[in-house]
T-cell receptor, first 110, second 113 residues
Framework: QQPVQSPQAVILREGEDAVINCSSSKALYSVHWYRQKHGEAPVFLMILLKGGEQKGHDKISASFNEKKQQSSLYLTASQLSYSGTYFCGTVNTNAGKSTFGDGTTLTVKP | NAGVTQTPKFQVLKTGQSMTLQCAQDMNHEYMSWYRQDPGMGLRLIHYSVGAGITDQGEVPNGYNVSRSTTEDFPLRLLSAAPSQTSVYFC????????????FGQGTRLTVV
């Protein structure tokens, strides 16, 4: 079962902040975040693991609430280059499949 | 190091035709998967594999077959193409485990007429 993302779309001015949320109805081993530019493949941003470990992008932060099966991606002081569609992916077992949410489209305007 | 390579990049099929989308990776990843992405939508898992000889269904497997005879290759076969299969298809691979990032191919844009 795929995770649920919110909001569906966000429009910001450069320098503003945004939060993108991801929730799952199943217990999670990890949450992955990817960004996709129009016409391109998704690109890895971050992984958040049970126990609090994080791997990934040094300018983007995220949180993972294991008990609530929720994750949030924090985009602070947004830049034009942050524009794109953000996907969260969830992994339910240690070696298992990754399913993705429907994405959040972020538009950053000058 | 090529990463994940998908071929072809574009394809037009007639309803009822069959074809194979190719996916190859050179990173020795155990886990490979196929997703479809409809316009303005998310990534839907079609099939995945955790190693050579092992495949399993994802969320939307109907109309597609896969096999995994080597670690490097994971082809996706459309048995009898339908207009509803018009989509962009992405192949992804990663090392096994919940803590590994996925690498995506550049996608195959398929149109079924």
């Amino acid at each position: 079962q795929q995770p649920v993302q919110s909001p569906q779309a966000v429009i910001l001015r450069e320098g503003e902040d945004a939060v993108i949320n991801c929730s799952s109805s199943k217990a999670l081993y990890s949450v992955h975040w990817y960004r996709q530019k129009h016409g391109e493949a998704p690109v890895f941003l971050m992984i958040l693991l049970k126990g609090g470990e994080q791997k990934g992008h040094d300018k983007i932060s995220a949180s993972f609430n294991e008990k609530k099966q929720q994750s949030s991606l924090y985009l602070t002081a947004s830049q034009l280059s942050y524009s794109g569609t953000y996907f969260c992916g969830t992994v339910n077992t240690n070696a298992g499949k990754s399913t993705f949410g429907d994405g959040t489209t972020l538009t950053v305007k000058p | 190091n090529a990463g994940v390579t998908q071929t072809p990049k574009f394809q037009v099929l007639k309803t009822g035709q069959s074809m194979t989308l190719q996916c190859a990776q050179d990173m020795n990843h155990e886990y490979m998967s196929w997703y479809r992405q409809d316009p303005g939508m998310g990534l839907r898992l079609i099939h995945y594999s955790v190693g050579a000889g092992i495949t399993d269904q994802g969320e939307v497997p109907n109309g597609y077959n896969v096999s995994r005879s080597t670690t490097e290759d994971f082809p996706l076969r459309l048995l009898s193409a339908a207009p509803s299969q018009t989509s962009v298809y992405f192949c992804a691979s990663r090392f096994q485990g919940a803590d590994t990032e996925a690498f995506f191919g550049q996608g195959t844009r398929l149109t079924v007429v």
